[in-house]
T-cell receptor, first 114, second 116 residues
């Protein structure tokens, strides 16, 4: 069974600082991996996805993530945090061939301070 | 292009009642998936419909059911509501689902169900 683990339920950074949100996956087959963001009272918005094309994936709003098979990780980064990045972030995995059935991590709430 | 819409946005029911939630996918999308989001269990996959057929199913009791119509709109039904069914129910649509490696699920804003 596929699963993802997000380390840190809350992360606080200063505006302009590096954002690093951690995600480790468990999969017996090459996974598809996703990062979604959820703003208060809204649904989920896709930030980026990895489907084995390239290990460094660039997404929207300046976010990117690197797939590292040796570390079974897919950490999300952004060089400079903005106040508007404050939200909850979810890492998700799906089995190849079942991209519509996602297994989500528990989420990381990102706080951005002045 | 209009996004995924869900109705109603908020709902209050009492234990033992049943409820029906509706989801209209993005035009042209044929796959609709449903997820339950709670503080305790997080985001959990309920089921997926494609071309009016349930294609994938999560680990939820039979009280949770769904259907999809010929225009791809989907409904989910929860019978005999329990307090633990209080959650945000999210619907997501995609073009074709499983076969498309570049497919993306687009989520609606959700329906907030409160069971008293």
């Amino acid at each position: 069974a596929q699963s993802v683990t997000q380390l840190g339920s809350h992360v606080s950074v200063s505006e302009g600082a590096l954002v690093l949100l951690r995600c480790n996956y468990s999969s017996s087959v090459p996974p598809y991996l996703f990062w979604y963001v959820q703003y208060p009272n809204q649904g989920l918005q896709l930030l980026l996805k990895y489907t084995s094309a390239a290990t460094l994936v660039k997404g929207i709003n300046g976010f990117e993530a690197e797939f590292k098979k040796s570390e079974t990780s897919f950490h999300l980064t952004k060089p400079s945090a903005h106040m508007s990045d404050a939200a909850e972030y979810f890492c998700a995995v799906s089995e190849p061939g079942t991209a519509s059935k996602l297994t989500f991590g528990t989420g990381t709430r990102l706080q951005v301070t002045l | 292009k209009a996004g995924v819409t869900q109705t109603p946005r908020y709902l209050i029911k009492t234990r033992g009642q049943q409820v029906t939630l509706s989801c209209s996918p993005i035009s042209g999308h044929r796959s609709v998936s449903w997820y339950q989001q709670t503080p305790g269990q997080g985001l959990q996959f309920l089921f997926e419909y494609f071309s009016e057929t349930q294609r994938n199913k999560g680990n939820f009791p039979g009280r949770f059911s769904g259907r999809q119509f010929s225009n791809s709109r989907s409904e989910m039904n929860v019978s005999t509501l329990e307090l633990g069914d209080s959650a945000l129910y999210l619907c997501a649509s995609s073009l074709a689902g499983a076969e498309q490696v570049t497919d993306t699920q687009y989520f609606g804003p959700g329906t907030r169900l409160t069971v008293l």
